[in-house]
């Protein structure tokens, strides 16, 4: 299984971006897929992800802000970032895990089998 991402880039505070994930040997829609992120000097920390059982789920600084999103066709997902603020600096990276974790595993990065090399976004103020 291999994941990449892609769409990452420099952008100014208040705009936006779009991350997308593609993979090869895996169906990404029959699995637990995500984002996470890592700032430098910081742990890697949950962003979104979701599952046929639970949905979407958010972390509590991108609601409202984030939506992820998955294309069956195209065997993707992807990121939409809004809005976006200095603090969402980071290594962005996209995961696959197994398809019936539950909502309170899914912020764990360890519950994650596959993981794309990482995108940087940055977000001058």
């Known amino acids: 299984v291999q994941l990449q991402a892609s769409g990452g880039g420099f952008v100014q505070a208040g705009g936006s971006l779009r991350l997308s994930c593609s993979a090869s040997g895996r169906t990404l829609s029959s699995y637990t897929t995500g984002w996470f992120r890592q700032a430098p000097g910081k742990e890697r920390e949950f962003v979104a992800s979701?599952?046929?059982?639970?949905?979407?789920v958010y972390a509590g600084s991108v609601k409202g802000r984030f939506t992820i999103s998955r294309d069956n066709v195209k065997n993707t997902i992807n990121l939409q970032m809004n809005s976006l603020e200095p603090e969402d600096t980071a290594v962005y990276y996209c995961?696959?895990?197994?398809?019936?974790?539950?909502?309170?595993?899914?912020?764990?990065?360890?519950?994650?089998?596959?993981w794309g090399k990482g995108t940087l976004v940055t977000v001058s103020s």
């Open positions: 995961s696959s895990g197994p398809a019936q974790l539950i909502m309170s595993s899914m912020s764990t990065p360890a519950r994650y089998d596959y």
């Open positions: 979701f599952n046929r059982r639970t949905g979407p």
